[in-house]
């Protein structure tokens, strides 16, 4: 069974431009997160969806940061316009609807905004 | 609110040492404790979790952790490592199963021989 997957796994961009990642859970979870780790701090949480709706989307910055979940299966982040300080590693993690809930993560996707 | 505090954030060992990384948390309410390893290049593996029962958890390649309440603690230990554990480790906790981790800022484990 696949994991979670990301794309792009790198992406370097000006500031002002606009970026869109994509997270593709694995077949089934219900629930799609993601986190963000800004060089030398710890990874954040930004939102949770569960199927294609919002649960918790307390930790998203700004309004400059979207996030969709088309008809439930994979999420797009986009990121306009983005700022310095969006730089950083951002995660995606799915889990299944049933206890304990575990969360399986991808292998992020680095952001580097120049 | 919740958070967690690990308090090292670099542990150099030798193979075939033991090791133990250090986690604290904060919360006013029961949590589910969580260790992940990250090795270079990849995304974050679960190695173990508490969740209820007995505080002292098994997870993969050799790790436990002892969940200790009246310290609120939750350590990972390995009684001896390997080249291959040289990563990034980090401890998570959530209050309700199924909502956001809080992380803490993680501990670079770094195997030498």
């Known amino acids: 069974e696949a994991g979670v997957t990301q794309f792009p796994s790198h992406s370097v961009i000006e500031k002002g431009q606009t970026v869109t990642l994509r997270c593709d859970p694995i077949s089934g979870h219900d629930n799609l997160y993601w986190y963000r780790r800004v060089m030398g701090k710890e990874i954040k949480f930004l939102l949770h969806f569960v199927k294609e709706s919002k649960q918790d989307e307390s930790g998203m910055p700004n309004n400059r940061f979207l996030a969709e979940r088309t008809g439930g299966t994979y999420s797009t982040l986009k990121v306009q316009p983005a700022e310095l300080e969006d730089s950083g590693v951002y995660f995606c993690a799915s889990s299944p609807a049933v206890f304990p809930y575990e969360q399986y993560f991808g292998p992020g996707t680095r952001l580097t905004v120049t | 609110a919740q958070s967690v505090t690990q308090l090292d954030s670099q542990v150099p060992v030798f193979e075939e040492a033991p090791v133990e990384l250090r986690c604290n948390y904060s919360?006013?309410?029961?949590?589910?404790l969580f260790w992940y390893v990250q090795y270079p290049n990849q995304g974050l593996q679960l190695l173990l979790k508490y969740l209820s029962g007995s505080t002292l958890v098994k997870g993969i390649n050799g790790f436990e952790a002892e969940f200790n309440k009246s310290q609120t603690s939750f350590h990972l230990r390995k009684p001896s490592v390997h080249i291959s554990d040289t990563a990034e480790y980090f401890c998570?906790?959530?209050?309700?199963?199924?909502?956001?981790?809080?992380f803490g800022k993680g501990t670079t484990l770094s195997v030498s021989s």
């Open positions: 998570a906790v959530n209050g309700q199963a199924g909502t956001a981790l809080i």
């Open positions: 919360s006013s309410v029961s949590v589910y």
